[in-house]
């Protein structure tokens, strides 16, 4: 644990929010200065290229990638060359036979991602950790440069598109722990005063401690909501089964899990506008957003992504493919054909926006079981049970009943004493008061469908 995490901790509410401000302004500053303008005048100015355009761009862009890589990223020259693949070979790459090259797993970005997959001329930046669930998490290197870059593009085709921006006041569910304890007293959320935003708690969402988050929401009057799309619909299905009133808000704007009819239609009902679907990735490799005609784009200008069957070869529309990114914005590790572990499936339909940029019609494969408190909490997000612990190559949940939870982990060799205390106690942090087994695997069964499930719930919600 970071010392920033041990202080943060062990202060007073009034100070955490002190410490959480003094981040927003350092976060604001790194995402929203050097060339984020001009990015985003350039996001903007793109939206309105033809069919022809875009190919020609994103040609243009996945030519300049492949060099970069092929000079630059030790990781890349010597799998290519392995395979016969020259620059020159490269030189002659374009998004029609781009399935020559070989495939980039996890395995090797978790294994390889600060050594080898890196830039030679790699700009300083920051590691971040993605929010995988199946173990230990894959670590991204931002430059600022770049992080201004992706933050352009999720005003320009997020927030924007959602009739909102960055200047104005929000909630925030993620995966950030900014109420540390599982037993922890109201308020259930954190304010940073810098970027007028709400952070709620996603780990204490439950029946008796909504009016707390009603509260926050009346207190603070964010325009608009975003983060997880299971944590928002929770929230919004306890105000609703209490018969409590929130004010109205300009858009409800989710990511990481799918969202469903039913989960929209409670979030527009409860919120009284609007809620936009996305999917993108701590990986940055790749941006789909809904356009005011609720249609969901991909932004071709982030990344190319190919959707694939089974044996390899592109899906054709309307048909679930699995998403396979090349990112066009991290030349310091790049990620160049990433199987990213989500599915999509294509839409052959013209927009009314009149944007010509692809149009995804579902995207599959994000639902998880949901964990059920004693006090009737409801969580989804457990990734961070597993960070750190490099030999974990993956990690299950599994909710036997309200008492009893195990932690499945695939293992290359076996933990110490020290590093079953900390899953325990990890898990203790989000649920108190359960009793934990922890189970070591050669390899951890996958479901009846063929597909790891990274959380397993077997407790049956009781309505309200």
Known sequence: MSLYNKIYNASPVWLQNVLVSLYGWWWNKRRFGGVFDNELAAYKERESYSYEQWKAYANEQLNRMLLNAYQHVSYYKEKWNAKGISEETLRQITMDNLHHLPLLEKDDVRKFGKTSLLSDIKERGSFFQSSGTTGTPTAILFSKTMHQKWSAAY??????????????????????????KANAAPPFFRYNQVEKQIYFSAY???????????????????????????????????IKEKGLVVPAMRAVITSSEKLTQDMRDVLEQVYQCKTYDGWSGVEACGLVSECE???????PDVGYIELLNEKGKPVQHGEIGEVVCTGFLNDDQPLIRY?????MRLSNKQCACGRQMPVVEEITGRMEDVIIGKDGREMVRFHGIFTGIDKIQKGQIVQETLNDIIINVQVDEV?????????????YSQLDGVNVQIFEMKEIPCGANGKFRAVVSKVKRVSL
Do not use: C
């Open 155 to 180: 005003e320009a085709r997020v927030r924007n598109w959602a009739g909102v921006d960055r200047h104005m006041s929000r909630a925030m569910i993620g995966g950030r722990r900014v109420v540390p």
């Open 339 to 343: 199987r990213i572990g989500d599915y």
């Open 204 to 238: 204490h969402i439950a029946p008796d401690t909504v009016q707390g988050y009603v509260t926050g929401i009346h207190k603070h009057q964010p325009a608009y909501l975003v983060g997880y799309a299971m944590s928002h619909y929770f929230l919004a299905r306890f």
């Open 293 to 299: 005609h609720g249609s969901m784009h991909i932004s």
């Open 415 to 427: 933990l110490t004493l020290a590093e079953k205390e900390v899953l325990t106690k990890r898990i």
